[in-house]
C-alpha cells in the first residue's frame, strides 16, 4: 500500500508540473501581441517609387559554385532614388544611390525585371525636383523628410 500512495504522489506531482507548464504556455501567448511586420506595410510596388525615396531593393541573383549546382540567393541594396526614366514602360529604370566606406555607389535597376524580388520603402523625402542629381555632389540642404504612415 505505502508504494502506491508513494507512486500516486509521484503522477500527482508531474501532473501540477505538466499544468504549470501549461499555464505558463497560455500566458506566454497571450502576453504575445501579434508581429505587426511594418516591413511588410512598407513594400511598394515598382510603379510606386518616385525620386527622393529612401529604398531598399532585394535582387535575386543566380550563383553557380564549383559543382555546377545554381543557387539563388536575395541580395538588397539599400539607397536614395536619385532618378526615374521612362514612367511605367517596361523598359523603365530607376537610379538608385547610397554611399558606402566613403565612396558614392549608384545602381541602375530595370523597373520591371524579374529578378527584383521586392521593394521596401524607408523613408520619404520631400523633393521639388524629378531628378536629384546634385545630391551627387553632397548638396544635401534641399532635403526635407517625411514621416511614413504605418
Do not use: C, H, W
Amino acid at each position: 500500500m505505502s508504494e502506491t500512495k508513494e507512486a500516486k504522489e509521484v503522477k500527482e506531482k508531474k501532473e501540477i508540473k505538466e499544468k504549470k507548464v501549461q499555464n505558463n504556455d497560455k500566458k506566454e501567448e497571450k502576453t504575445k501581441k501579434p508581429a505587426k511586420n511594418s516591413q511588410q506595410k512598407n513594400i511598394i510596388s515598382p510603379s510606386e517609387i518616385k525620386s527622393g525615396m529612401v529604398i531598399k531593393i532585394y535582387q535575386k541573383i543566380k550563383e553557380v559554385n564549383p559543382k555546377g549546382e545554381t543557387k539563388e540567393r536575395l541580395q538588397f541594396f539599400e539607397g536614395t532614388v536619385l532618378a526615374r526614366k521612362n514612367g511605367n514602360e517596361p523598359g523603365a529604370t530607376i537610379t538608385v544611390r547610397k554611399v558606402s566606406n566613403g565612396v558614392g555607389v549608384e545602381k541602375i535597376f530595370p523597373l520591371f525585371s524579374p529578378t527584383i524580388a521586392k521593394v521596401e520603402l524607408l523613408q520619404k523625402i520631400k523633393t521639388r525636383r524629378a531628378k536629384l542629381y546634385f545630391l551627387r555632389r553632397g548638396y544635401k540642404k534641399r532635403l526635407k523628410k517625411e514621416k511614413i504612415a504605418g
